[in-house]
């Protein structure tokens, strides 16, 4: 079985709901009730956990939800995110950084240690973690210190999982997604601040590919991983970027 952060929208949604379609049950947790049951539909194999990812006492009742109602879990995408105002650094205030920090980072970090908790506990024991970095896990776009941060940070996250997880059967792998079309990316199509101060539209992708990339990651046996993987608009300024 599977569980999806930030499952009430975009990414998290999608990825939800192709996973299930491939089999697996969901647990799907995100921030807001409403759009979880959106997602969840009228499917019987998925199960909505109101949870705001950076408060360790919700995560704790995520986790200890999953083991009663399924009893294991076999793949964790830590997909909740999000971003702080895109101004100059110094016009941020500690409020809006802590917000993208706690959410993005140790969000993350709690969601994956009560994963390897279990996971070193079931039996069969092991299973898998995948973390949604970014592009801008590698380069940044202009005023995102907070996010660019973040995202940089899951890298080296994604790295001590692989590494820790490995005497236990836990595979960690990253997807780094570039301009998926989400409600998220919706401002891309006004165009959005380039690095040489343009203005410019960018390319967005449909994120089904995104969602079926993640299906492939999870579906792989434990003994083979996907340590990171790129999915992006083919013609969107990445390379180059920065």
Known sequence: MALVTGAGSGIGRAAALA????????????RRETELERTRGASESMFAVTCDVSQPE?????????????GRLDVLFNNAGM???AVPMEE?????WSAVVNVNLTGAFLCAQHAMRMMKAQKPKGGRIIN??????????????????????ITGLTRSISLDGRPFS????????????????????????QANGETLVEPRMD????????????????????????????????????
């Open 19 to 30: 996973l299930g379609a491939a089999g697996y049950e969901v647990v799907l947790a995100g």
């Open 58 to 70: 919700q995560v704790e009742h995520l986790f200890a939800a999953t083991k009663e109602r399924f």
């Open 83 to 85: 971003g702080a105002p």
């Open 92 to 96: 941020l205030t500690f409020a809006q």
């Open 132 to 153: 949604n970095g970014s592009i801008s896990a590698h380069v940044p776009r202009p005023n995102s210190a907070p996010y660019t941060a973040t995202k940089h940070a």
């Open 170 to 193: 836990i595979a960690c792998g990253q997807i780094d997604i570039g301009n998926a079309a989400t409600e998220m990316t919706e401002r891309m199509t006004a165009g959005v601040p």
């Open 207 to 242: 994120v089904k590919h995104v969602a079926d990339a993640v299906v492939y990651m999870a579906s792989l046996p434990l003994d083979a991983n996907v340590q990171f993987m790129t999915v992006m608009a083919t013609n969107m300024p990445f390379i180059g970027r920065g």
